[in-house]
């Protein structure tokens, strides 16, 4: 099991910046990728980033060069770091987990914060 609890969302005005924290309850090396999904109102669930046991890390098209994903683990926390926000952005921001238990290979989710970028 992993539990994984988001904070950072808000408002902000296009242009600016935001840092979202996503805490999980156990060492991040156990967990075999991490990431930043979104989801707009009347849209479908999406990638934005994610970062793996190793290091590797993947961004969406939509935010490569604006969006970092980056982990502490000594904090068990990865980050998404996110600059020149654009109203298109505007989403509800979930945290993601995968992880084997045995042969199973489970996905967890945090319970989502919302990111406004207008005006």
């Known amino acids: 099991q992993v539990q994984l609890v988001e904070s950072g969302g808000g408002l902000v005005q296009p242009g600016g910046s935001l840092r979202l924290s996503c805490a999980a309850s156990?060492?991040?090396?156990?967990?075999?990728?991490m990431g930043w999904h979104r989801q707009a109102p009347g849209k479908e669930r999406e990638l934005v980033a994610s970062?793996?046991?190793?290091?590797?890390?993947n961004y969406a098209d939509s935010v490569k060069g604006r969006f970092t994903i980056s982990r502490d683990s000594a904090k068990n926390t990865v980050y998404l770091q996110m600059n020149s926000l654009k109203p298109e952005d505007t989403a509800v921001y979930y945290c993601?987990?995968?992880?084997?238990?045995?042969?199973?290979?489970?996905?967890?989710w945090g319970q989502g914060t919302q990111v406004t970028v207008s005006s």
């Open positions: 156990r060492s991040i090396f156990t967990i075999n990728t």
């Open positions: 993601n987990a995968g992880a084997y238990s045995g042969p199973l290979y489970n996905v967890y």
């Open positions: 970062i793996t046991s190793g290091g590797g890390r």
